[in-house]
């Protein structure tokens, strides 16, 4: 692995445009900027085409004999099941607002990562295969041949793209790189170019139940330490049910919340939360993820891992779901699982047994998030919560990208920020880099690998670049998010852009503030750390 | 010849051979050629292609709703969405139209644009900011050259229709209100020429335009500059027989096409370099005009939760159920306590 250059020698980005034009520009695939590829292991797990053991950095990728057929034939059906791609092919007129929305290309300033000229890297192919012109006129019309540099550039620059959507904001046509990448991928996938970190985690979960593979007893191991933990901090028991049948409530988290610190401080929260509303619920081990990888490689593997949740909301024969704090779960569960499976008949129209809300934005998915759910609660007034708790921290907050892009949850997680933090506690970074125009972690969409860290850090620069601001502004020292891979992957953005900057989830908020009646006195916050007021007691604790 | 020079000289030379052919074959006595056959054969390729490339898009089903969600999404009924939300996450098909309209007739999400620069900090290069702000300057001149073209379309129904409609006059004497020359001139048509200008300079002289600029972007620039500029020369400077031109232009209208003798030359290019657009139209990104309503991150409402989309080729998927992950584990699991399916 390529040594990590410092942060002063990173930003050192030159946005000079090559003077060679990008249709004879080969691509030259940088160490640190591509994730390696995937073990035949985890392929022949899925049944995915063409298992073998290969490098990115070999001249010859073993690609199967009939690889360009294979290819053209998978873009041509491909262009007959979806709208978007044939539109999005043909309706570019390079007017170049996409350009610098793209956080790779901010990040890199390499031109092949303005989302329009990623999206020519197909067009090009696409128009000397299945347009008259580029068949015709080939370089001059933009088309070029199909050739195993191609593939490679593909698997390169589809591979620097998160599928955030930020280009197809600011995009007047609404060109979504997203959908392209993710297309691009399955035709890669075709031929059998994978990368190991998503195809690893896929396998896993569709093996075992989640990304990170544990079993069911290991599973259970970790969220009951995780219940421990909550009654060694708070003296309450959080009882975690697993795989309880006739619970009212199936509730769903992404891995990562159980898995790896920061995001089980907030799976923390989620049970103390549950404990202090008595809810009746279960989680599963065969629904143990609610993140979603496959999606990130193809709409059908996507499709093949999202099964369980219905699946296991059937056989529990629960009344409907509660999903946790997710980005891209919650991206894939609004845009494509009711399209998926539905309709769904098995479970009832979600209503919240504590305030008696029902939830009619969700009668046909039959899912609610748990922002939705904790900001009705707060409505009703049905937490007492005590915002001094978090007063030791400053908070911002970064909407994640599939929430915010993919699905419009802006409000509730605000709203919820604003109940459990203390007055003039929380900053907005500016305007232009939240909401709609959010900025990816950059390590989304299965590239949270280690052996990519150069692009992974470049492309995260320009939301830690926002965090920074705000941190050197109004000293926050906290960023708050609802989606696991940030928690999984902006610690080591901070680390290396904004040290002292710690992530959390907006459970843990909640839960920090959460009032019970039969608590032992709170002196520290899910993290053991000294609530404000408290620091002398701590360190005196410290010096006996 | 290096990339941009290729994709700009190309188009250049090729849109100044197109005046060179309408002008050479004017010479050859070929005007019912460039008056008639050649406007008739544009029209219906243009109309033809445009249908045809209509139904290819159509043809293909849209599998998902996946509309860009650009404001907070209708949720909890306290939670408030003003008319900017509504519009920018559509909550239903009536919300959808009227995003989609925001978008055709001002541009939404042009409106939107920023622009990034890393401010560099010599010192300590780590804290250089990137710095994002506002930028409406390419909206500005979109939206200035589209409705400018849409208004000098709508004046030319004055040479097709006898008697002229009222409104066309009208419209065309708001846009010539500002009289400072004989004959009155009309802004549209000057604005349209300088916004193309600007248009053409930004694709030239920003770096990274220029870097994904192709033949396919500077030929409809220079060919819609090309008729703006030959109309303006015809109208103010070499003046044509505007009653001849009339007569022309009602006979193609009315399918009884007459060849007044008189027109300048001029016309003739100003003509064929029309023709050449409309046939070039479907075949070219101009198709971005209809496709935009095709676009389904935009026309489509973020209902997915509470209203079903149907995908026509859904079809159903391999995956492990449950009791292929009890089957595996059950012994390990009854040990952990986790009830399970069967004993044994």
């Known amino acids: 692995m390529a040594k990590l250059p410092t942060p002063a020698e990173l930003i050192q980005i030159n946005y000079q445009m090559p003077s060679k034009g990008w249709l004879d520009l080969k691509a030259e695939l940088r160490p640190g900027y591509y994730v390696n590829a995937a073990a035949p292991k985890w392929m022949q797990m899925i049944d995915y085409p063409f298992p073998r053991s290969w490098n990115v950095a070999d001249e010859d990728w073993q690609l199967p004999e009939d690889w360009k057929e294979r290819v053209l034939q998978g873009m041509e059906d491909r262009l007959q099941r979806f709208r978007s791609l044939k539109l999005f092919f043909d309706i570019c007129v390079r007017c170049g607002a996409c350009a610098d929305k793209c956080h790779f290309f901010l990040g890199t300033g390499d031109p092949k990562n303005m989302p329009v000229l990623r999206a020519e890297l197909l067009r090009s192919v696409y128009r000397r295969y299945f347009k008259t012109a580029g068949k015709l006129l080939g370089e001059l019309a933009g088309a070029r041949d199909l050739t195993d540099d191609v593939i490679k550039e593909w698997f390169y620059y589809l591979y620097q793209c998160t599928i955030c959507r930020r280009c197809s904001v600011f995009c007047p046509y609404g060109i979504d790189m997203a959908e392209m990448t993710i297309l691009g991928r399955e035709l890669l996938s075709s031929v059998g170019i994978n990368i190991d970190w998503a195809l690893a985690s896929v396998a896993q979960c569709y093996d075992k139940g989640s990304h990170i593979g544990a079993t069911p007893q290991a599973f259970k191991d970790m969220v009951d330490f995780l219940a421990e933990e909550n009654e060694r901090i708070t003296g309450i028991t959080t009882p975690c049910p697993v795989n309880k049948k006739g619970a009212e409530i199936l509730f769903v988290v992404p891995s990562g919340d159980y898995f790896a610190d920061p995001g089980s401080y907030t799976f923390m929260g989620y049970l103390l939360l549950f404990k202090y509303l008595d809810l009746d619920f279960t989680m599963s081990t065969y629904a143990a993820e609610g993140g979603n990888f496959g999606w990130f490689i193809s709409h059908e593997m996507g499709k093949r891992?999202?099964?369980?949740?219905?699946?296991?909301?059937?056989?529990?024969?629960?009344?409907?779901?509660?999903?946790?704090?997710?980005?891209?779960?919650?991206?894939?569960?609004?845009?494509?699982?009711?399209?998926?499976?539905?309709?769904?008949?098995?479970?009832?129209?979600?209503?919240?047994?504590?305030?008696?809300?029902?939830?009619?934005?969700?009668?046909?998915?039959?899912?609610?998030?748990?922002?939705?759910?904790?900001?009705?609660?707060?409505?009703?007034?049905?937490?007492?919560?005590?915002?001094?708790?978090?007063?030791?921290?400053?908070?911002?907050?970064?909407?994640?990208?599939?929430?915010?892009?993919?699905?419009?949850?802006?409000?509730?997680?605000?709203?919820?920020?604003?109940?459990?933090?203390?007055?003039?506690?929380?900053?907005?970074?500016?305007?232009?880099?939240?909401?709609?125009?959010?900025?990816?972690?950059?390590?989304?969409?299965?590239?949270?690998?280690?052996?990519?860290?150069?692009?992974?850090?470049?492309?995260?620069?320009?939301?830690?670049?926002?965090?920074?601001?705000?941190?050197?502004?109004?000293g926050v020292n906290h960023l708050g998010c609802i989606c696991a891979l940030d928690r999984a992957t902006l610690p080591t953005l901070m680390q290396y852009w904004v040290p002292e900057m710690e992530i959390t989830g907006i459970t843990e908020l909640v839960a920090n503030a959460l009032v019970f009646e039969d608590e032992i006195e709170r002196t520290t916050d899910l993290r053991d750390r000294p609530l404000a007021g408290f620091e002398e007691a701590d360190e005196e604790e410290g010096a006996e | 010849m290096d990339f941009f020079k290729r994709h700009f000289l190309v188009p250049l030379i090729a849109v100044l051979g197109l005046i060179a052919i309408a002008y050479l074959g004017v010479a050859a006595n070929l005007q019912f050629v460039f008056g008639v056959v050649i406007p008739y054969l544009a029209v219906l390729i243009f109309f033809e292609g445009l249908i045809y490339r209509a139904i290819s898009w159509a043809r293909s089903p849209v599998p998902f709703k996946i509309p860009s969600t650009c404001a907070q999404v209708k949720s909890l009924p306290w939670i408030k969405r003003d008319l900017a939300d509504k519009l920018d996450n559509p909550e239903n098909k009536w919300w959808a139209m009227g995003r989609m309209a925001l978008e055709i007739l001002a541009f939404r999400s042009l409106f939107r644009n920023t622009r990034t620069t890393l401010l560099r900090h010599q010192e300590k290069p780590e804290d250089s900011r990137l710095i994002h702000w506002s930028y409406k300057w390419l909206w500005l001149g979109a939206l200035a050259f589209h409705y400018a073209f849409l208004i000098v379309i709508l004046r030319h129904i004055r040479f097709f229709t006898q008697p002229v409609p009222h409104w066309v006059t009208a419209l065309a004497e708001v846009d010539g209100f500002v009289q400072f020359y004989i004959p009155t001139v009309y802004i549209t048509g000057v604005l349209m020429v300088v916004a193309l200008l600007y248009l053409l300079a930004r694709r030239i002289y920003t770096p990274t335009l220029r870097y994904i600029s192709l033949a396919a972007d500077y030929f409809p620039l220079l060919l819609i500059i090309s008729i703006g500029i030959t109309g303006i020369l015809m109208r103010y400077f070499y003046k044509v027989d505007i009653a001849a031109v009339k007569q022309l232009a009602v006979g193609l209208a009315t399918l009884k096409p007459v060849v007044p003798a008189g027109i300048g030359s001029i016309f003739y290019v100003h003509l064929f370099l029309v023709c050449v657009l409309f046939a070039y139209f479907p075949f070219s990104k101009l198709m971005h005009a209809p496709g935009v309503f095709f676009s389904p991150t935009r026309n489509l409402p973020g209902d997915n939760r509470w209203n079903l989309h149907v995908n026509p080729w859904n079809y159903p998927v391999k995956f492990h159920d449950y009791m292929h992950q009890e089957d595996e584990y059950r012994e390990a699991m009854i040990e952990a306590g986790l009830p399970v399916e069967k004993e044994k």
């Open chain 1, 305 to 474: 891992l999202n099964a369980k949740i219905y699946e296991e909301a059937k056989r529990l024969k629960v009344k409907w779901i509660l999903g946790g704090e997710c980005g891209h779960m919650w991206r894939v569960c609004n845009q494509y699982m009711p399209t998926w499976w539905g309709p769904i008949d098995f479970l009832e129209e979600p209503v919240s047994p504590i305030t008696g809300t029902k939830f009619e934005n969700a009668t046909v998915h039959k899912m609610v998030h748990i922002s939705e759910f904790t900001a009705d609660l707060f409505k009703h007034g049905k937490l007492k919560v005590d915002p001094q708790r978090n007063a030791h921290i400053k908070l911002t907050f970064h909407d994640s990208c599939n929430t915010a892009r993919g699905m419009g949850i802006f409000e509730e997680p605000r709203y919820i920020i604003n109940q459990v933090m203390p007055e003039g506690h929380f900053f907005e970074m500016p305007p232009n880099t939240i909401r709609e125009k959010t900025f990816c972690c950059g390590s989304s969409s299965g590239i949270n690998a280690n052996e990519n860290m150069d692009i992974r850090m470049l492309g995260g620069l320009p939301r830690a670049n926002a965090v920074k601001y705000v941190h050197e502004k109004y």
